[in-house]
């Protein structure tokens, strides 16, 4: 069983930066590939980004280069940086594990003046 817990959201104004997180439990963490998503209210969640277990990453065309995802697999934890946050970047964002379908509990962002 894994556990992940993903943190690091808050209120910010259009045009800040936020640096989410999520960290695993477990002691292969860095075998896996782990993902982003986002979900508004009464919307499907969807999927923002991924980062493999070689590093190597992808992004939806929607917030392509303004997030950054990665990982330290140290510390059992990978992050998601959101630069030039938009109101429309308001949403709970959860961290994934697609290997077993782990899911995070979600992390509130509201950009807002």
């Known amino acids: 069983q894994v556990t992940l817990v993903d943190s690091g959201g808050g209120l910010v104004q259009p045009g800040g930066s936020l640096r989410l997180s999520c960290e695993a439990s477990?002691?292969?963490?860095?075998?896996?590939?782990m993902g982003w998503f986002r979900q508004v209210p009464g919307k499907e969640r969807e999927w923002v980004a991924s980062?493999?277990?070689?590093?190597?990453?992808a992004y939806a065309d929607s917030v392509k280069g303004r997030l950054t995802i990665s990982r330290d697999n140290f510390k059992n934890t990978a992050y998601l940086e959101i630069h030039n946050l938009k109101p429309e970047d308001t949403a709970i964002y959860y961290c994934n594990r697609p290997t077993g379908a782990y899911w995070g509990p979600g992390t509130q962002v509201t950009v807002s003046s």
């Open positions: 477990g002691r292969t963490f860095g075998r896996y590939a």
């Open positions: 980062i493999f277990g070689t590093g190597e990453t």
